[in-house]
Structures are given as C-alpha cells and as structure tokens.
C-alpha cells in the first residue's frame, strides 16, 4: 500500500473504506508499514488485523495513525499481544474515533493496567454497541472500570477474564462488574464464559434479570453446579431467567450439573417455546 503510487484520479487507496488483514502473521514491522501506508485513507470505517502477532511496537502505530480515521466504525486486533503498554498508545488514538461502534480486544493481554487505559479512551465513544474483551486476565477491578464507560452496549463478550482472581493478596468479587453491568439496559447479548461467578450466581442472576432486551446469554463453565456453588440451584436460576421477555438462547454448558437440576430446568422451559436453543452439559 505504502509502495503503490497513488492515481491522478479519484479513487485509489485514499477511498477505501473497508480493510481485512487477519490472520496474516504481519507482526510489528510490517504493522509500522502498513499504519504509515493507510494514513491517506481518511475515509476508512472498517479495520481487521485479528491474529496478526501484533506487539506493542506495531499496535502503537496503528494508534497513531487512528486519528487519521475519524469515520472508523469498527476495530478488530483480537488475538495479538498488545500488553498494556500496547493498550496505552492505542486508547490515545481511540479517543480520536466518535463514531467507534465495533471493537474487538479478545485475547490481547490487556490485564487490568491496560483495561483503565482503555477506559479512559472509551468515554468520548458514545456510539460503541459492540465491546469484546474477552481472556485478557482482566479481574473485576479493570472489567468495571470498562464497563462504567459503555452504557450503551448492546453485545458485550467477557469470557475468560477470571472475577475470582487473587488482587494485591485478596480476592475480587463479581460484584464489581454486577454494579455496571446491571445499567446496560440495551444489552441484547451477554457473554460470560468461564469467569468465575459460580460462587456469586445469586447476584449475577439477580442483575441479568434487570436486562430487558436479553435474547442470548452464555453463563458455560462457571462452577454453577451444586457440588461447587450452593447459593442457587440451577433450577431456580432457570426460573428466573424465563422471566426475560426476549431471551432465547442460555448456554450453561460445562457447568457438571447435577442430573435432577436438568430434568428440573428441563421442565420448567417445557412451556417457554420462544427458547431456541438451552444447552447444559
């Protein structure tokens, strides 16, 4: 891009608007390439560099060049190790983006360092409906600080990013997250893969019934099972969550429920026929 001359006529690079480099192992020298050939693309909207072993050095520069975007729609760099100090150089770009709708950090190392860069970034961004920070090794504590910048979000995936985990010799709650996740009255779709809310279900439960549009929700591998979490049977969590006008889909897969807690569950979603698809182990 940085090499092809650019046209005498209207056109060429500096019109394009959409861009797909994923998965193509660029790395951070060729990162630096790139951001400096797309600088002239001022009307770019859409920006995939998924899984392209982005590090700090090559995430910075596609940063810098962010502001050249301001139209950007939609940013996906999942699966590259940006860290934070990554995260860092790229959430002072992101503050130049308004129009941010779609943005993708899954699996990119942020950790909760990171996490309050990215906030800081993501308070201009009214127009974000689709936030992926999903196995970052963020706990409670990075998650909420997110979170408390997003209230319009209508698709949020968290997966992997551990609420239980140790922080500076003591234990994070769920809670944290519970207190802004309960404000996303827009949220159509919920992802809370492996995080370690088993011990907490009862408050989880009671904050994912204050999400009115909700029509799917993935809670698998969260130690919901009787054997490790007592507070609430899955049965009961079952019985509230059919109270949801719009829910149709609930993943509780990997979760080793006990098997009258599924007849029981099964039972009670006999008569709900708006659910396309319940899934349990």
């Not at 951070?28 to 560099?49: F, H, P, V």
């Not at 706990?139 to 922080?167: A, I, W």
């Not at 802004?180 to 809370?192: C, F, Q």
Request: proline letters at 4%; hydrophobic letters at 40%.
């Amino acid at each position: 891009i940085r090499s092809s001359p650019k046209p005498n006529t209207k056109g060429g690079w500096t019109s394009l608007v959409s861009l797909d480099l994923g998965f193509n192992a660029a790395g951070d020298s060729q990162a630096k390439e790139l951001a400096g050939g797309l600088g002239c693309c001022t009307n770019m909207e859409r920006l995939c560099l998924g899984d392209n072993e982005l590090g700090p050095e090559g995430v910075a520069a596609i940063g810098k060049s962010l502001p050249s975007w301001r139209g950007l729609r939609r940013l996906d760099l999942q699966h590259n190790i940006l860290t934070a100090p990554g995260m860092y150089y790229l959430a002072m770009g992101l503050k130049e983006c308004p129009l941010l709708e779609d943005l993708n950090l899954a699996n990119c190392h942020v950790l909760d360092e990171g996490a309050t860069a990215l906030a800081a970034s993501l308070e201009g961004a009214k127009q974000l409906k689709v936030l992926d920070i999903g196995s970052n090794c963020m706990t409670s504590v990075g998650t909420k600080e997110v979170l408390r910048q997003c209230k319009g979000l209508t698709r949020l995936m968290l997966d992997g990013n551990y609420f239980m985990h140790p922080t500076d010799g003591h234990m994070t709650s769920p809670g944290l997250v519970l207190e802004y996740l309960g404000e996303l009255r827009d949220l159509v779709h919920l992802t809370m893969f492996n995080c370690g809310i088993g011990p907490d279900i009862h408050r989880v439960a009671e904050v994912i019934c204050r999400l009115p549009k909700l029509k799917r929700l993935n809670l698998a591998w969260n130690s919901l099972s009787s054997a490790y979490s007592s507070q609430l049977p899955s049965s009961t969590l079952i019985s509230k969550l059919i109270q949801l006008p719009a829910l149709e889909f609930v993943d509780l897969a990997g979760n080793r429920l006990e098997e009258a807690d599924q007849h029981t569950c099964a039972g009670l979603l006999h008569d709900h026929d708006r659910f396309l698809l319940v899934s349990f182990n």
